[in-house]
């Protein structure tokens, strides 16, 4: 195990640009929103400063309404499409115009906790500083991302999923037109095998999108009227009461009690709203596509997200361990991202079917939080073992547990360090 930690720390250090972390090499030369909140809790385990240090250079790139981009272009490079050209958001420092889930949240409070432990000096300053920002793009995602109240929070684009070309988008996404303004000029396929990766048509769609708000001049409001994807998701918004309720803890802890009653009442809102996706016919929670009004019942890791933010009661928690356990069966890694037995599965073809070392750190989570250890650990020791068997790839395909996609991938480099 000492030396795959050791290699864990060698990845982290090898990605770091200077205080930020990129996902790895060259396929993605940036600072990636979630990919650095998890990259943080990583650090946390053995570098409280640094831990602090990826937070704050996220945050460097927040909008003035709130929203925290989903990349942040601190220094140029030309091995990734789309760049800031494409993206024209005029932001001081270059980023992205949409978002990522916010796992900030989750991660600040486990940076706050490690650097208490530590008893690390200026640790109170530094978290009410990242507190202060969280809190701003937690406002941004109610206001913006959910103008009616719903309780859940909608996506404008796939690739806010963090879960790009998940067979969850199929139906909403092929109402998106393949016609774009901006020439696709993919690097992607030039850094791995292109039967790993989305396709182009997904690719025409994805920079469509994106054209489309780049003219509504990323004006939030204009977005949210013309936007041709709208997804009310629930891996995200499970994600966000998560860290609703990490943040609503530090806002407690830090004595701010009218941010703590403004995010405890967010965190109710959301909780109901979850509990009315769950499908019992099913055995998981369904998203919504609010163009066509249609629930998304493409069988993907998202239906079972929400036990990260929810108490369940006894009876749904075991039925949906009791169908993660179906769709487990014969995989050498679980958890599978869609279940295997449909026609669209494709166990090497990234969002489409393989198994992801974060995506199963917040199963376990959930797992635990609701009164199913066993199944927990079982996905915990497979995680670990396809890490120390094939390395820290971006991804492992679960019924062989070959790793694909980039190597020395350091959000998979903070999963071992968080889970070994
Ligand atoms: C687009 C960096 C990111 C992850 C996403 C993953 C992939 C980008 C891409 O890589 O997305 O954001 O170009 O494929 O899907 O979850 O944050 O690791």
Redesign the pocket.
Known sequence: MTKHLDEAYRILAANDRGGYTV?TDRL?PFQ?N??SAFVAMGFSTYDVDRAYRELERLIEGQWADGMIP??IFHQPSDTYFPGPDVWRTSHTIPTSGIT?PPVFGMALRAVHEAAEKAGTDGATARTLALLRAALKWHRWWYTARDPEGTGLVALLHP?ES???NSPAWDLALAQVPTTTDTPVVRK?TGHVDASMRPRDEDYRRFIHLVDAYASCGWDPVKQWEKAPFKVAEVQTTAILLKTGEDLEYLARTLELESEAEELAGYNARTRNALLGQWRSSLSRFVSRDLISGQDIDAPTQAGFLPLLGLDLDPNMSTAAAAEMKLWSEGMKVPFPTTKPSISVWEPKRY?RGPAWAVINWLLIDGLIRNGQPDMAQSLRASTIGAIESEGFAEYFDPTTGEGCGGLGFS?TAAAYLWMA
């Open positions: 996902p993605y990636w979630w990919d989903h990349i990522q690739w963090g879960s790009d992607d969002w959000w």
